[in-house]
């Protein structure tokens, strides 16, 4: 979507707030023993009580609220009866709608103790988000968040997940832009626009390059050798510093 006036703006940040406070209280429950359904009912019972409604299940009819992935799994997870251990890697994607408009957010854990790895590879992730963000605005083509991503991944010896990426949100979970890779693509010349809604997540990995469907439908993720992290954020463009919708406070 596009914004078109302050209300829009402030329906918005409403809704980014909500997913983004989900998203804290839920990463703030994680410990051993604990189911991915557990979680994913205390992060449905926190949108239920801001009015919000799950836009996986709104829109998908994805069999849970939120999608939550662990270790190899680097997307779409469904919440079950998985039990988390000491040492985890857990990606949860918290995406709502409230009033008709959509916001999505992510971001992903370690359930301590945190191996070397695992930790550097959460702070690349966040960085190569914070390195995206730092470079779009409007006017630019779309593919500075992928070359920004990309940098910062090879900085790191790590690669990037190419067949998930950002997209176009806000009146619907996925609209124009449609597929915004996480890597650097010369070819494509599409232009950020000013007010324009997008959401950038990177998802790096410690050598996959590519996600496959497990077989359920939904996961996606990488051979059990591989570990992915994703940070995700529902922003706004501007002419000068983005606009980030999901912020907690």
Known sequence: MSIQNEDDLIALRKIGKIVAQCLQYMGSQLE????????????????????????????????????????????????GQKKFEAGDLVNIDVSAE????????GGSFIIPPESMLKRKL???????????????????????IGRAIEKEALRNNLTVIENIGSHGVGRALHEEPEFIPGYYDPQDKRILLENQVITIEPFLSTGATEVFDTGDGWTLATDKKFFTAQYEHTLVITKGKPLIMTLPA
Do not use: W
Request: charged fraction near 20%; hydrophobic fraction near 35%.
């Open 32 to 79: 051993p023993g604990i189911t991915t359904f557990e979680l994913d009912q205390l992060g449905q019972a926190f949108l239920e009580k801001h009015g919000a409604r799950s836009a996986p299940k709104l829109v998908y009819n994805f069999p849970g609220t939120t999608c939550i992935s662990v270790n190899e799994e680097a997307a779409h997870g469904i919440p």
């Open 122 to 144: 959460c702070t690349a992730t966040k960085r190569a988000l914070e390195m995206a963000l730092r470079a779009t605005r409007a006017g630019e083509q779309i593919n500075c």
């Open 98 to 105: 409230l009033n008709g408009y959509f916001a999505d957010t």
